[in-house]
């Protein structure tokens, strides 16, 4: 069992290892890889699509109108920001938002993978369609799914998987916030259950090798979730 401080600096290793991918061509256009933040050592994770145009610029998830909904879900149910890890299945925005190709995704789901073996999260929140069919690996919508709770493998980890609408979905859509907040308000009672079953081999995750070049340390902090 890996204690808070070995999690963030092997997550801070897998860090260094992103923050300079050219694993696919979004290296090109992208302002910042944006790798996620919050609490390397959560229970609870959420996963939406890719960075959007805000999120690129400043090299962090959910920081637009949708982010501060985010914010505000977890304010009720008694959290936030820093005790939960929010990441994308893409760590770069794809140009003018599209959504990512199929070569993107495979090229990039190491790290997600790698995410959550370090964080070992107990329940894992896909945020919308995208994220939630990819780790289902079915595509099956998230009207049908939203709030339906389910023991999946991701990467390496078994994890409770609980599709929730994606708060940019809410924003403007009272009866979507109105499920959204439902969904929310279950989060802690699955916490709680703790984690399922692991399938029997997990490799260890690899010792980061040398330390790629100094970021700024506001950024580097901001992004692990050093809180
Ligand atoms: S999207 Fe992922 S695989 Fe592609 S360049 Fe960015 S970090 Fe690398």
Do not use: W
């Not at 929140?125 to 339906?148: E, M, P, V, Y």
Request: net charge negative; aromatic share 6%.
């Amino acid at each position: 069992m890996r204690s808070a401080i070995e999690r963030r600096e092997l997550l801070k290793g897998v860090y260094d290892e992103a923050r300079d991918c050219v694993a696919c061509p979004l290296h090109e256009t992208r302002t910042t890889v944006v790798f996620g933040a919050g609490n390397a050592d959560a229970d609870l994770m959420f996963i939406g699509e890719a960075p959007g145009a805000n999120e690129d610029r400043m090299g962090l998830p959910f920081v637009g109108q949708a982010g501060k909904l985010l914010d505000r879900l977890l304010g009720e149910i008694g959290m936030d920001r820093k005790d939960v890890f929010v990441a994308n299945t893409l760590k770069c925005r794809p140009p003018d938002n599209r959504d990512p190709y199929p070569h993107e995704l495979a090229a990039c789901q190491d790290y997600l993978f790698r995410q959550v073996e370090l964080i070992e999260p107990v329940v894992i929140c896909t945020l919308g369609n995208f994220s939630t069919k990819l780790l289902r690996g079915d595509a099956t919508g998230i009207s049908r799914l939203h709030g339906q709770p389910e023991v999946r493998e991701v990467g390496p980890r078994a994890v409770r998987l609980y599709p929730l609408y994606h708060p940019a979905a809410a924003l403007y859509t009272p009866s979507t916030l109105e499920a959204l907040r439902a969904d929310f308000a279950r989060i802690p009672d699955l916490v709680a259950l703790g984690p399922p079953p692991q399938p029997t081999s997990i490799d260890p995750v690899p010792e980061p090798e040398e330390p790629a070049p100094e970021q700024p340390a506001e950024l580097q902090a901001q992004q692990l979730g050093l809180f």
